[in-house]
């Protein structure tokens, strides 16, 4: 079985700066998915970043990237200029590319990003 | 358009009583997904509807658990009799059914619906 771990339970980070959020996970597996997903107090929780394992290449959206390692099995999220409204729980997630169209998400504990002034 | 839609956004039970935890998925989402997250641990995986049937349900915790999806739109999730350990927030997420790499098949979260049993 796969697992995800998130040993940040808390992250603080000023206005403008920059932050990294780690994951690692466990997998047999080679082919497979990695998702961060974002959640605002009470709100939805909205997919921020994917990365399909089967890509070298590190993926980007706007101020968010991630630094995929494969073979150290890690998958750290970055967030760049840090604003008010990028405080939330951030969750990774793994997603096997095995089973059928489509397959259930596996989440780590999640870690809970404070953005100060 | 319209996202996942979670009923109630928060539930307040005693011990031994039933709730019905419900969730609209986005119009025309054929997969939808039922998860968990118990205070400060990780989020976990329920069941798995593909329309109105069940496509794994390997995480249901045990038979107090219920779910539905009648007419392949919304889901219930039925918890009766509740327990002390059922308390945390549940989760509802969609997604298309569709041929392709699977990470197009991006799964829509609602706001989750925050149990509390007492």
């Known amino acids: 079985a796969q697992t995800v771990t998130q040993s940040q339970p808390e992250m603080s980070v000023q206005e403008a700066e920059t932050v990294t959020l780690s994951c690692t996970y466990d997998t047999s597996e080679s082919d497979y998915y990695l998702f961060w997903y974002k959640q605002p107090p009470s709100r939805q929780m909205i997919l921020v970043i994917r990365?399909?394992?089967?890509?070298?290449q590190n993926a980007t959206e706007n101020r968010f990237s991630v630094n995929f390692q494969k073979a150290a099995k890690s998958f750290s999220l970055k967030i760049s200029d840090s604003q008010l409204g990028d405080a939330a729980m951030y969750f990774c997630a793994y997603r096997s590319a095995q089973t059928g169209t489509a397959s259930k998400l596996t989440f780590g504990t999640g870690t809970r990003l404070q953005v100060t002034l | 358009e319209a996202g996942v839609t979670q009923f109630p956004s928060h539930s307040v039970i005693e011990k031994g009583q039933t709730v019905t935890l419900r969730c609209d998925p986005i119009s025309g989402h054929d997969n939808l997904y039922w998860y968990r997250r118990v205070m400060g641990k990780e989020i976990k995986f329920l069941l798995h509807f593909v329309k109105e049937s069940k496509q794994d349900e390997s995480g249901m915790p045990n038979n107090r658990f219920l779910a539905e999806r009648t007419g392949g739109t919304y889901s219930t999730l039925k918890v009766q009799p509740a327990e002390l350990e059922d308390s945390g927030v549940y989760f509802c997420?969609?997604?298309?059914?569709?041929?392709?790499?699977?990470?197009?098949?991006?799964?829509?979260f609602g706001a989750g619906t925050r149990l509390s049993v007492l």
């Open positions: 997420a969609s997604s298309r059914l569709q041929p392709g790499p699977l990470a197009k098949n991006i799964q829509y």
């Open positions: 990365q399909e394992a089967y890509k070298q």
